[in-house]
């Protein structure tokens, strides 16, 4: 579903992902570990298609994020460290923004269900500046969710919200499989024997 080879991203001379490799595979929850700065933000930036990589080749779902970074934004949720919300939408027009630039067909029906998902249903009708910051963190699961994407790549997800939320109850439906994880390691190769 999800496969990285050999990915590298400079600015400038700086290297910020270096010879980065892994595969998901459908119905697999992974986890991306690393230090500060060691590139995960970086990488998943790239596998959603919002910037280009230097070198290297990422796929998701056989497609190439550098060369087709719009049908991959239609099969990837994204989740940005800092949710990417309009503060003074609310929380209901603001998904249906998101649903709408998706190119969704059903924006209310999709509406409804990443509501619910995340458990906004009571704040629908508030402006999203005045949630409480684990809510700003439901708003952007739930446009992460909202065009029903086959692979959901979360930058922080369980930032500001409380025990009872990390729980994964919007995680994937996986393939229609139970979802199973493993971690992948970010750290650079020298690290790695230092757990
Ligand atoms: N636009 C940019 N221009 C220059 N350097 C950048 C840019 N974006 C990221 N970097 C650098 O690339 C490196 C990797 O950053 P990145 O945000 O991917 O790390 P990270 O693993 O997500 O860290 P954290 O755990 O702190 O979120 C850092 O040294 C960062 O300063
Ligand atoms: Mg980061």
Redesign the pocket.
Same mark, same amino acid.
Request: hydrophobic share 25%; glycine share 18%; aromatic share 12%.
């Given at each position: 579903m999800i496969q990285v080879d050999a990915l590298d991203k400079s600015?400038g001379t700086?290297h910020?992902v270096q010879q980065v490799s892994f595969r998901v595979n459908r119905g697999e929850v992974v986890g991306f570990l690393?230090?500060?700065?060691?590139?995960? /933000? /970086? /990488?998943m930036r790239i596998l959603s298609g919002c910037i280009g990589a230097t070198a290297g080749r990422a796929l998701i779902d056989g497609l190439d994020v550098l060369e087709d970074p719009r049908g991959v934004k239609r099969r990837v949720g994204y989740l940005p460290?800092l949710p990417p919300v309009y503060p003074t939408m609310t929380v209901q027009d603001y998904v249906a923004f998101a649903a709408t630039i998706k190119g969704v067909d059903d924006v209310a029906t999709a509406v409804t269900r990443a509501i619910g998902m995340v458990g906004l249903e009571t704040v629908a009708h508030r402006v999203i500046d005045h949630l409480s910051k684990g809510y700003r963190q439901r708003v952007g699961l739930a446009q992460a969710l909202v065009h029903d994407p086959d692979v959901l790549i979360l930058d922080?997800p369980t930032s500001g919200l409380d025990p009872a939320q990390r729980v994964p109850r919007a995680a994937p439906r996986a393939g229609g499989r139970r979802p199973h994880g493993h971690p992948v390691d970010?750290r650079p190769q020298r690290d790695r024997s230092r757990r």
């Open positions: 600015y700086f910020a690393g230090p500060n700065g060691a590139g995960k /933000t /970086t /990488t460290e922080e970010a």
